[in-house]
């Protein structure tokens, strides 16, 4: 069965250091998202990104964080001087169309950043 | 402002027993909501959804209910398993607002006992 597949699985880094997380989604997939979830909190939406571009990103995606798709595979999410508060379980997630149309989203098993 | 939110953090119940999950929403204009399993150390499994033009949506043992008059949802797993134990997540979206922003409330742990 086809998946969503992120790494790293765990990153530690020392605050203001830039992290890049990996993901490869499903390869018929053309909507792609990431989301993170803060320790025992709600996954809270970062940003979606279509036809290579970012088409809606929420508050907590600010200037330090950017998205790229660098080849027809990868989706990368890049923090550029991570903060204390940047620690959390980040998703990537892949659907086919919109959510409204399609319904389901697949998500990664994440990759949880520690910033230390 | 916005949110989703769950009435019970955690639930216990017998192996056997039926499992009711619900959900309590803000935005009258949500028109997609949907049911999400978070077992531990992994992302989000969709469960089930539903449109706000249904009231009830029935799956493999899980059925979804939405009542818009008081905007409540709630999921009920029949028959729940040890294998049901996990975080339960609420979501909704609506059109026109956003192609991928879906506010998750904050969870329910269902635990199963044996």
């Known amino acids: 069965e086809p998946e969503v597949t992120q790494t790293p699985s765990h990153q530690v880094t020392q605050m203001g250091q830039e992290v890049i997380l990996h993901c490869v989604p499903i390869s018929n997939h053309l909507y792609f998202y990431w989301y993170r979830q803060i320790l025992g909190q709600k996954v809270e939406f970062l940003v979606s990104?279509?036809?290579?571009?970012?088409?809606?990103k929420s508050e907590i995606f600010d200037d330090q964080f950017s998205v790229e798709r660098p080849d027809g595979s990868n989706f990368t999410l890049k923090i550029r001087s991570t903060k204390l508060e940047d620690s959390a379980m980040y998703f990537c997630?892949?659907?086919?169309?919109?959510?409204?149309?399609?319904?389901?989203?697949?998500f990664g098993e994440g990759s949880r950043l520690t910033v230390l | 402002g916005e949110s989703v939110g769950l009435h019970l953090p955690t639930l216990s119940v017998q192996e056997g027993d039926n499992s009711i999950i619900n959900c309590a929403y803000s935005n009258s204009a949500s028109d997609y909501f949907i049911w999400y399993k978070q077992e531990s150390g992994k992302g989000p499994q969709f469960i089930i959804d539903?449109?706000?033009?249904?009231d009830k949506r029935q799956g493999q043992r899980v059925t979804v209910l939405l009542n818009k008059t008081v905007k409540h949802l709630s999921l009920q797993i029949a028959a729940t398993q040890p294998g049901d134990s996990a975080v339960y997540f609420c979501a909704e979206t609506y059109y026109g607002g956003s192609q991928g922003n879906l506010i998750f409330g904050k969870g329910t742990k269902l635990s199963v006992k044996p």
């Open positions: 997630a892949s659907g086919q169309g919109q959510i409204l149309n399609t319904g389901e989203l697949f």
């Open positions: 539903i449109r706000s033009n249904m």
């Open positions: 990104f279509y036809n290579n571009e970012i088409s809606e």
